[in-house]
């Protein structure tokens, strides 16, 4: 069943401006993870925040996390047209199914 | 490291025929497989999670006697969709994870489109 619930459902910006997508949750998790799809392609993990953390980074990528809202953004920075795809929020209860949210779209412009 | 390949990318058969799609983990064993079906601009649905030597778990609404999942090793889960019919044209996807370790993360396929003429 799906219970994130990623917003907005598109994005469309410029190539150097900064990209934010948002994941809702509702059940208690494990920890959060985010994954990108380009077209027709699978899915590859970009970044896992666990339940006590509130903040991380790898590279352009920041992720937060507040349990108490049960919410998690992904902010992608500088962002190139390279990074046009789909974004997901995963969320994990102990090693039980993954749970995937409907998605970002996001679209970098030249 | 982990890589999941996922073969055939594509494939267009006849209606009532079946199909198989293969899903192997080429450098890590994996001893829970997942199947999902994606239409597009929609998010991932889950089918059925695969467990090496045992039957596979179907999520509700999805039948078992259609979409055949044998798991019959560490690194190899299969696909067949059984009968095809055009409503059955879709995007699957698998993903697995790591036996052993955190298993935190799931290490994708790249997809298979389907198309049942």
Not at chain 2, 49 to 73: C, P, R, W
């Amino acid at each position: 069943s799906q219970q994130g619930e990623e917003d907005p459902q598109a994005l469309s910006i410029q190539e150097g401006e900064n990209a934010t997508m948002n994941c809702s949750y509702k059940t208690s998790i494990n920890n959060l993870q985010w994954y990108r799809q380009n077209s027709g392609r699978g899915l590859v993990h970009l970044i896992l925040i666990r339940s006590n953390e509130r903040e991380k980074h790898s590279g352009r990528l920041r992720v937060t996390l507040d349990t108490s809202k049960k919410s998690s953004s992904l902010l992608i920075t500088a962002s190139r047209a390279a990074d046009t795809a789909s974004y997901f929020c995963a969320t994990n209860n102990y090693g039980q199914n993954f749970v995937f949210g409907p998605g970002t779209r996001l679209s970098v412009l030249p | 490291g982990a890589v999941v390949s996922q073969h055939p990318s594509r494939v267009i058969c006849k209606s009532g025929t079946s199909v198989k799609i293969e899903c192997r983990s080429l450098d890590f064993q994996a001893t829970t497989m997942f199947w999902y079906r994606q239409f597009p601009k929609q998010s991932l649905m889950l089918m059925a999670t695969s467990n090496e030597g045992s039957k596979a778990t179907y999520e509700q609404g999805v039948e078992k006697d259609k979409f055949l999942i044998n798991h019959a090793s560490l690194t190899l889960s299969t696909l067949t969709v059984t009968s095809a019919h055009p409503e059955d044209s879709s995007f699957y996807i698998c993903s697995a994870k790591k036996t052993g370790g955190p298993n935190e993360k799931l290490f994708f396929g790249s997809g298979t489109q389907l198309s049942v003429l």
